[in-house]
T-cell receptor
Framework: EAEVAQSPRYKITEKSQAVAFWCDPI?????LYWYRQILGQGPELLVQ????????DSQLPKDRFSAERLKGVDSTLKIQPAELGDSAMYLC?????????????FGPGTRLTVL | GQNIDQPTEMTATEGAIVQINCTYQ??????LFWYQQHAGEAPTFLSY??LDGLEEKGRFSSFLSRSKGYSYLLLKELQMKDSASYLC??????????WGAGTKLIIKP
């Protein structure tokens, strides 16, 4: 069964360091999402791609976060510099992109701890 | 603004039935999803409702009333493995998915 791949699964870093997360969506899925989820809360959308284009990055802290999906397939989310408040689960999801039914399939996530 | 409300936490007994409610206020409506999320894991799809009524899938059922902005997830014959968070999410008029904070369900023997 096709799955969304993410790496690393866990990342521990010190504040002010740079971190990067990678996501490979399900083959054929045009839409890719990066979410941040703090314990006890729902996922918060950081950025949404349609193919290689950014559709929504209104909640992305652009002073320190960046995301790219250069060839419209896999994607990288970067944080530089990391801050203590960035400790969270970072989830990647993908969907076919059909507007009428937008089921999102999630990867296993990356648990980030900033010390 | 857009808002989705769910109870923060619920407790139920193994073998029993539990209903998790979700109310929403969004700019438009194009469907409602329920996801299950075990601690430390990613959300997994449970159900999708776009028309009023009840959708049944094994031990899980989901109900939608668009006029009331209301949905519920019904879990029957509860098992210990059902202990998880249940997330309600609504697709708005721009086909963006708006997420609730989730309901943590605790199952006791």
């Amino acid at each position: 069964e096709a799955e969304v791949a993410q790496s690393p699964r866990y990342k521990i870093t010190e504040k002010s360091q740079a971190v990067a997360f990678w996501c490979d969506p399900i083959s054929g899925h045009a839409t890719l999402y990066w979410y941040r989820q703090i314990l006890g809360q729902g996922p918060e959308l950081l950025v949404q791609f349609q193919d290689e284009s950014v559709v929504d990055d209104s909640q992305l802290p652009k002073d320190r976060f960046s995301a790219e999906r250069l060839k419209g397939v896999d994607s990288t989310l970067k944080i530089q510099p990391a801050e203590l408040g960035d400790s969270a689960m970072y989830l990647c999801a993908s969907s076919l992109g059909e507007a009428t039914y937008n089921e999102q399939f999630f990867g296993p996530g990356t648990r980030l701890t900033v010390l | 603004g857009q808002n989705i409300d769910q109870p923060t936490e619920m407790t139920a007994t193994e073998g029993a039935i539990v209903q998790i409610n979700c109310t929403y206020q969004t700019s438009g409506f194009n469907g409602l999803f329920w996801y299950q999320q075990h601690a430390g894991e990613a959300p997994t799809f449970l159900s999708y409702n776009v028309l009023d009524g009840l959708e049944e899938k094994g031990r899980f059922s989901s109900f939608l009333s668009r006029s009331k902005g209301y949905s519920y997830l019904l879990l029957k014959e509860l098992q210990m493995k059902d202990s998880a968070s249940y997330l309600c999410a609504v697709t708005d008029s721009n086909y963006q998915l708006i997420w609730g904070a989730g309901t943590k369900l605790i199952i006791k023997p």
